[in-house]
């Protein structure tokens, strides 16, 4: 096994992080458009699926994408898990399920 060298870790600007609602209006209204923004982007995919069952057609649907899209949320998730961010983890496991029944839809049409 080889040894790995160069393991960079990643170094924060701030030794400790700000706090949950942030305290300043500003940051604590973007705090909230994330989680918003986090709970809202999975309910925009719904009405596609609900497209394809109710037409039983999924004609213009593109499988490919879809599946890209899918991958990316798997991903993001990582990425979220690692940085402990939950608007990040929330929404992409979300989207990811949503992603899964428009490619099976899609498949199934």
């Known amino acids: 096994m080889l040894p790995i060298h160069h393991i960079n870790l990643r170094k924060r600007a701030s030794k400790t992080l700000d706090?949950?609602?942030?305290?300043?209006?500003?940051?604590?209204?973007?705090?909230?458009a994330v989680y918003a923004a986090a709970l809202?982007?999975?309910?925009?995919?719904?009405?596609?699926?609900?497209?394809i069952f109710a037409?039983?057609?999924?004609?213009g649907v593109s499988v490919v994408s879809w599946i890209c899209f899918a991958?990316?949320?798997i991903v993001w998730?990582?990425?979220g898990v690692v940085h402990k961010?939950?608007?990040?983890?929330?929404?992409?496991?979300?989207?990811?399920?949503?992603?899964?029944?428009?490619i099976v839809?899609?498949?199934?049409?």
Not at 40 to 51: D, E, G, K
Not at 105 to 109: G, K, N, R, T
């Open 77 to 79: 998730t990582i990425y």
């Open 85 to 102: 961010e939950k608007p990040i983890i929330i929404s992409n496991i979300a989207n990811f399920f949503i992603n899964i029944v428009v």
């Open 40 to 51: 809202l982007t999975p309910v925009v995919t719904i009405p596609q699926a609900y497209q």
């Open 71 to 73: 991958s990316a949320n």
């Open 19 to 32: 706090p949950y609602p942030h305290p300043e209006r500003l940051k604590n209204l973007i705090d909230k």
């Open 55 to 59: 037409v039983k057609s999924s004609a």
């Open 105 to 109: 839809a899609a498949l199934m049409y």
